[in-house]
């Protein structure tokens, strides 16, 4: 999952080897001059239709969250020490979490130390894997203290009576798209993890996790790469994570409501120079942050400049919440490339799970007989 970032150090490292040899090779010389049109990208960039061309990869990863943090209030923005403050705290605790492990630490205690880490900081991604970015999202010369920009507290809107009473009925009825619960030898009603015909579509290199692939598109831990690809007739977003690719076809209108997808149903529009995405017909299978089918968002993608899109997205199931909800975050472009994203390839981890429950069922009828 991680080539991308792996192969990029392993580039910085010869292309640092080159500036050395260029630096002695070349040193008491000027630097060639460049033309002008070569300075820097064109400030908005158009297609042959005429319409801006949004074309690029871009690098999602931010520290701004989805939903601002009680502290901040109903502060939309950073104060510049505020930013400077908490990047560095990011900075110093991924300095600190690269160091090597102690190989004679002690196992974690059972259930977890009830920390925020998997399943208790008992086990997971180590930080080497991880990529939420180093800094706050910048809008308008503002660092960002949410994604959300409504409602005005940056938090996600009640659920409803309705979706709250169908969230506890789906808690009981397992599906793809729920996440791991607590110990299976406690007492509870079976979850997606203890099944292997139910384990969730992210798990199963089904789907990116975290609405990476959108929409809305979020960024989450890692492969936070997105690709855009535009014709006259469409527009593709592919995700760097499990390669998941979205067409957006452009005018038209959407499929029958018999037919749902994943991703939904998405179709476009130009509203002067912003792309304006459209997507319904969801799935019941992908139920993002306890939506229904009747889930409803609409994207709009415009340029800010050469390097950076202004992604913005509203959500609207009145079926799940009080009232809809908007998001917005810059997209910047980056250099790096995407990679394949390979998911089970040399992964025994599944086949490692079924054989540890076949080891606990044959304890279990060992003390059954032994009573």
């Given at each position: 999952?991680?080539?991308r970032?792996i192969t990029s150090?392993?580039?910085?490292?010869?292309?640092?080897?080159?500036?050395?040899?260029?630096?002695?090779q070349?040193?008491g010389?000027?630097?060639p001059?460049?033309?002008?049109?070569?300075?820097?990208?064109?400030?908005n960039p158009?297609?042959?239709?005429?319409?801006p061309d949004?074309q690029g990869t871009?690098?999602?990863?931010?520290?701004?969250p989805?939903?601002?943090?009680?502290?901040?209030g109903?502060?939309l923005?950073l104060?510049?020490?505020?930013a400077q403050?908490l990047?560095k705290?990011v900075?110093d605790?991924?300095e600190?979490?690269?160091?090597?492990?102690?190989?004679?630490r002690?196992?974690?205690?059972?259930?977890?130390?009830?920390?925020?880490?998997?399943?208790?900081n008992?086990?997971?991604?180590?930080?080497f894997?991880?990529d939420?970015?180093?800094?706050?999202?910048?809008?308008?010369?503002e660092k960002?203290?949410?994604?959300?920009v409504?409602?005005?507290n940056g938090?996600?809107?009640?659920?409803?009576?309705?979706?709250?009473?169908r969230?506890a009925a789906?808690?009981v009825q397992t599906?793809s798209d729920?996440?791991?619960?607590?110990?299976?030898?406690?007492?509870?009603?079976?979850g997606a993890?203890?099944d292997?015909?139910?384990?969730p579509?992210?798990?199963?290199?089904?789907?990116?996790f975290?609405?990476?692939s959108?929409?809305?598109a979020?960024?989450v831990l890692?492969?936070?790469?997105?690709?855009?690809v535009?014709?006259?007739?469409?527009?593709?977003?592919?995700n760097?994570?499990?390669?998941?690719?979205?067409?957006?076809?452009?005018g038209g209108?959407h499929?029958?409501a018999?037919?749902?997808?994943?991703?939904?149903?998405?179709?476009?529009?130009w509203?002067g120079?912003?792309?304006v995405?459209?997507?319904?017909?969801f799935?019941?299978k992908t139920?993002?942050?306890?939506s229904?089918?009747?889930l409803?968002?609409?994207?709009?993608?415009?340029?800010?400049?050469g390097?950076?899109?202004l992604?913005r997205f509203?959500?609207e199931?009145?079926?799940t919440w009080s009232?809809?909800?908007?998001?917005?975050?810059?997209?910047?472009?980056?250099?790096d490339?995407?990679?394949?994203y390979?998911?089970h390839?040399?992964n025994?981890?599944?086949?490692n799970?079924?054989?540890?429950?076949?080891?606990?069922?044959?304890e279990?009828?060992?003390?059954?007989a032994?009573?």
């Amino acid at each position: 999952m991680r080539a991308r970032l792996i192969t990029s150090a392993v580039g910085l490292a010869a292309a640092c080897a080159v500036v050395s040899s260029w630096s002695v090779q070349l040193a008491g010389q000027a630097p060639p001059s460049r033309p002008a049109s070569a300075a820097r990208p064109p400030l908005n960039p158009r297609m042959p239709d005429g319409h801006p061309d949004l074309q690029g990869t871009y690098d999602i990863a931010t520290l701004t969250p989805l939903e601002r943090p009680a502290a901040f209030g109903n502060n939309l923005t950073l104060t510049p020490e505020q930013a400077q403050r908490l990047e560095k705290q990011v900075a110093d605790r991924i300095e600190r979490a690269a160091l090597p492990s102690d190989g004679n630490r002690a196992a974690p205690p059972v259930g977890g130390d009830g920390s925020s880490g998997a399943a208790g900081n008992v086990g997971g991604y180590n930080n080497f894997w991880i990529d939420s970015g180093t800094k706050y999202v910048t809008v308008n010369g503002e660092k960002r203290t949410s994604i959300i920009v409504d409602p005005p507290n940056g938090r996600i809107p009640p659920t409803t009576a309705s979706a709250r009473q169908r969230n506890a009925a789906r808690a009981v009825q397992t599906t793809s798209d729920q996440q791991e619960g607590t110990d299976p030898g406690l007492e509870r009603a079976p979850g997606a993890y203890d099944d292997p015909e139910r384990r969730p579509l992210g798990e199963r290199c089904l789907l990116g996790f975290g609405s990476t692939s959108g929409p809305p598109a979020l960024p989450v831990l890692y492969n936070n790469l997105h690709q855009i690809v535009q014709t006259k007739d469409h527009v593709m977003i592919l995700n760097e994570m499990n390669h998941d690719a979205r067409i957006v076809r452009m005018g038209g209108t959407h499929l029958p409501a018999t037919v749902r997808k994943w991703m939904g149903d998405s179709i476009g529009r130009w509203e002067g120079d912003t792309l304006v995405v459209d997507t319904t017909n969801f799935t019941d299978k992908t139920r993002f942050r306890g939506s229904s089918d009747q889930l409803h968002i609409v994207e709009r993608f415009s340029r800010l400049d050469g390097k950076t899109l202004l992604y913005r997205f509203t959500v609207e199931d009145p079926t799940t919440w009080s009232q809809p909800w908007t998001g917005e975050y810059t997209w910047p472009a980056t250099d790096d490339l995407m990679f394949e994203y390979a998911c089970h390839e040399a992964n025994y981890a599944l086949g490692n799970i079924l054989r540890g429950a076949r080891q606990r069922d044959a304890e279990e009828a060992r003390k059954g007989a032994n009573r």
